[in-house]
Every structure is written in C-alpha cells, then in structure tokens.
C-alpha cells in the first residue's frame, strides 16, 4: 500500500470529454431517470424526452424493411468487411433516393455511409477544423454538434431561431456573428427541437446570405420527408448551386429504426467547390480511420429504398399529424406553458414555461426533475438545447401514451400553480 502511495501515476481522464459529454440529450436524459426512484409512482413511466417512436407498436417499421435486412443476413453476401465509404449498391440508393426533384443528379461517389448520422457529425466537424476557426450552429439546436466541436477545439457561435416567425433563422444576427474564421452553419430541417418545416423562400434566403459568408451549409436532415403539416419538406441540395452543402441522412426516424445505425454524408455541389478545397479528401481521411455501418444493414437498403410503399410513408405522416395536433391543443390548457408555433414536422415542440406562474421551481431543470418525481412524465428540460426555461416535448408515441403524459403534466402544473 505504501509503495502504491509512492508512485506518481502519470495518466488521468480526459477532462475535455467529461465537458463534451454535458452537452448531450443523453446525459441531461439519464440524469433524469435517476429520479425515478423517488417517485414512488406505480404508474408506467411515460417518456416524452426522446426521439424514438419504434417503441410505440403503432411506429413499427415497414416489414419491407425487416425482409429485406434479413434476405441480406441470410444471403452470406455481407459477412465481410464494407469499404471505407460504403457498399457501392447502398451508396448508390442512397444518390438516386436524394437526387428527386434536383436539377442535377449525385453519384455514389457523393455517398459516404456512416454510423448512423451521429458518426456523421462525429466526421464532418473535425474534417472542417483550422486554427481559430467558428461554426454558426442553431439556438436551440440539436446539442451533439456543440459536443464535437468543444472535442474538435472549433469555436461554436449561436444564431437565434425566431419562435414568433416559425422558427425561422434570424438571418442579420447570422451575418452579424460571422467573420473571416468562420467556416460553416448548422440548418436542421425539418427541425429538432422546434418541430418546424422550413419554406422554399427562406431556405433561398439561408442560400444566399451563405454564399455572401463564403461558408457551406451542413444540412442535417434526418427527419426528411416528416413534414405534416401545410409546408412542404425542401431539401437544402436544391440550393446546391448557390453554396455548397454538406447533406447528413439517416433510415433512424422516416423507416422508424434509429437502431440499426445507418446514416450518410453526401456531398451536394455541382460546382466542385468542396473537392478543390480539399474538404471531400478530408471526409475520406477521417472515414478511413473510422468503424462503419454494419454490411447487412447496407446490404439491404437497396430493396429498402425501392420497395417500401407510400402507404407506409403516409401512415406515419398521420400519425405524427395527429399527436402533433392533439399535443398542441392539449398544451393550450396548461396556462404556465406557452407553445408559439404549432409543429408541422419531425416528432417534437417546444414550449415556453412561464416560472412566475409556478410556486417553488427556479428554472426548466427543476421543473422537469419534479415532474418525473411526481408524475413519472418525462420532458427535456431546455437547456439541454441551449434555450433555458423552455421545454421540448416529443409526441411520436402511442395516442393513448401521449394523453396520459399531457393530462400529468397539466395537473403537475396545476397542482405547483401559484393560484392553487
């Protein structure tokens, strides 16, 4: 023991990844669950913090899809390993699937398969990393990019989404936050948190003040095609032309199988600019050193692609549409809580509180502790997000699910209401 006392360990943790991890949904989410154990609660826990609908039966992928994965782990086809950027059948359903309606067409040489769209942030930033550089990313946000970039030491600098204009971004304080150090910005579309579906003319707008900044947009659009309400979904490579944009997909929510961990990297520039900057080279360097997608999985997203119906497709939309909707109207009978924009896209809302009509709770992180407490209702506290006293509330679950959380959390509010 002495002689253990005696020696001077020269190792210890990575202070910088502990700070990383601070950003996460994850964390602030497991923080939460940890107090459900005070609760006392026999009532089944209901989870509106997270993003994934495929526990909900109602949000069961397309056996399409099920077939398909397992055709391709019974064929023995994909046993070995996948090339560093993707099984090119894969790759090239991935180009023909996101080159609809363009006026141009991506190859699989523009598709780069990824660890689901995590990995895809995980790659893109430190790609992009120079001395001093900035990245504009949105507020509130998706917060794994915040996490990336305090590991990859790129400056993070926030540009507000507007609640009282849809969650439109708030282009002048855009322009106004950049310099010559900055490199890149963040659109989500449709959007996490905000459930909102950006229009065609705004999209153009982000286009243009991007190619003013001299900067590429990373366009993450995992929630494609979830747009249900009266704007349609407009991919960001429409406007490929104008600035170049770096694309980030994934299967996880429209095919409702965030666990099968298969996303992409598409690189949408028919100009070139991204291969003479050395920035495509760049991706292909930091996949090389990377794991990729599981070979099955890839195997199968040809027939995934061509056969998955549009009843599928509009089955999930109306659903999402209904919760979406019942959500909203439920939300408008809780007076502490404020909702600004009813949500027309991906699974989620956010919601202003309104503490000063609340007895004894301090901020949005107290509010959501208290409330798994006494209620066993899950919400994610806005912070998380980058936007204190605010809530995101996620609806893609079961109908019934959804109702009971949202009358707990009425009388939750009622019951800490400064009027009871």
Known sequence: ??????IKWRFKANEEVSRASAYTIKGVFYTLLKHLSDSGDDRPVISLGRGDPSASPCFRTTPVAEDA?????QSSDFNSCAPDFGILPARRSVAEYLSCDLPYKLSPDDVYLTVGAKQAIEIILPALVRPGANILLPKPGYPLYEAHAALSHLEVRHFDLLPEKGWE?????????????????????????CGNVFAYEHLEKVSETARELGILVIADEVYDHLAFGNTPFVPMREFAATVPVLTLGSISKRWNVPGWRLGWIVTCDPNGILQNSGIVDCIKHCLNVTSRPTTFVQGAIPQIFAKTTEDFFLNTLNLLREAAETCYDKLKDIPCITCPHKPEGSMFVMVKLNLSLLEGIEDDMEFCIKLVKEESVIILPGVALGLKNWLRITFAIELSSLEDGLARLKAFCSRHSKKH
Request: hydrophobic share 45%; proline share 6%.
């Open 1 to 6: 023991m002495d002689e253990e006392k005696s």
């Open 169 to 193: 971004v708030d282009l002048d304080g855009l322009k106004a936050l950049a310099n010559d150090k900055t490199i890149a910005m963040v659109i989500v579309n449709p959007g996490n948190p």
């Open 69 to 73: 994965v397992v055709e391709a782990l």
